[in-house]
């Protein structure tokens, strides 16, 4: 599963036509009542930026502001849902972000889910995205919300070098350099007394995660245990769960997106924005994986898993994005 094809749920839609898109929402969210059916199946099955385009024409056409008529007309996890699907990506992840920070408290899981897990191109546009709406660099808003060496592998991760974050081409392969940075990292650990944070932090935000998949190779083979079993010995809290999340999808990207959503659903409530955010952010991408994944570790399917834990047009929205009946 490491290298894996991308399997999304959620493509373009082939004889896409903005003009009746727009007109049918209009329709939908006229007069009485609202149509929320029709609204779900225009908008789960259309690709983000298609739905960009019907924002711009319901706006020329009517001279209205889509997502304040869908804010108006729709209420609860279902508004959730359409309003994140009609955001850029981008900008969807940098208020995620920026949600995750706000008030007081800091939701480190959701910073772990949303930081740990891209590659470079894919931190640098939400890195952008994030000065563009808060007139404030993450690198800050994040020091100033974290501590410690969590703060370090975080603000070293989206360190804005000529909006590039600091992690390696995907393409930059080198054997001789994993073996090093293998060993690196059982001198910085299981080879000495204490750990050198820092050392681990720069490795893991730094190399592509191709060049990790070989670092962790080589790792085993230095010294004789898994990178897993090492950093449950070496490092601990949100630290612990930062760098695991790397090396989680070093290894499988759809698998840890799987794990995430079950732990979402597991136990007593719902954590819905954990919910929400993964199956909109990932439909484009690779939700069919994820999907794959999830039966596979936990034996039943996440469509089944989702209409257990909602209702209503919440999970009919949610269901049509997952790629269910």
């Known amino acids: 599963m490491a290298n894996y094809k991308p399997v ?42 298609q739905r ?29 849902v359409i309003l994140a699907l009609m955001k850029d990506p981008c900008e969807y992840m940098a208020k995620q972000l920026h ?29 952008d995205a994030y000065e563009k709406l808060y007139n404030r660099p993450l690198a800050e808003h994040l020091c100033s919300e974290t501590s410690g060496h969590f703060r370090r592998l975080l603000t070293l991760i989206v ?22 940075a293998a060993e690196m990292l059982y001198d910085a650990g299981e080879g000495k007394l204490g750990t050198d944070e820092e050392v681990f932090n720069r490795i893991l935000a730094h190399d592509s995660f191709n060049q990790l998949r070989l670092v962790f190779e080589e790792y085993k083979s230095v010294s004789g245990r ?4 090492s950093l449950r ?6 630290l612990k769960d930062a760098m695991s999340a790397i090396v989680e999808c070093v290894q499988s990207t759809p698998a840890f997106f799987a794990k995430r959503l079950h732990k979402a659903m597991a136990g007593a409530g719902t954590d819905d924005q954990t919910l929400i955010r993964i199956i909109v952010s990932r439909a484009e991408i690779d939700l069919g994986n994820i999907k794959e994944e999830y039966e596979r570790i936990y034996d039943k399917t996440l469509e089944s898993a989702v209409k257990n834990e909602t209702s209503g047009d919440y ?8 790629g269910g009946p």
């Open 8 to 49: 999304p749920t959620v493509t373009p839609s082939p004889n896409f036509n903005a003009a009746e898109d727009a007109t049918a929402l209009r329709t939908a969210m006229k007069g009485f009542g609202t149509d929320e059916q029709a609204i779900i199946d225009i908008l789960t099955a259309r690709s983000n930026g």
């Open 52 to 80: 960009q385009e019907i924002a711009d024409y319901f706006t020329y056409e009517y001279g209205r502001n889509l997502i304040d008529d869908l804010k108006s007309e729709l209420g609860g996890k279902f508004e959730d």
């Open 99 to 127: 949600k995750a920070m706000a008030g007081i408290g800091t939701e480190e899981e959701t910073l772990v889910e949303i930081l740990c897990s891209r590659d470079n191109e894919e931190i640098g546009a939400i890195v």
């Open 159 to 180: 360190t804005n070098y000529a909006k590039q974050g600091v992690r390696d081409a995907e393409s930059d392969v080198d054997p001789e350099r994993a073996r090093e």
């Open 226 to 229: 898994t990178i897993e079993q």
């Open 233 to 238: 010995d070496e490092v601990s809290g949100e």
């Open 315 to 322: 999970k009919r929205a949610l269901v049509a994005l997952i």
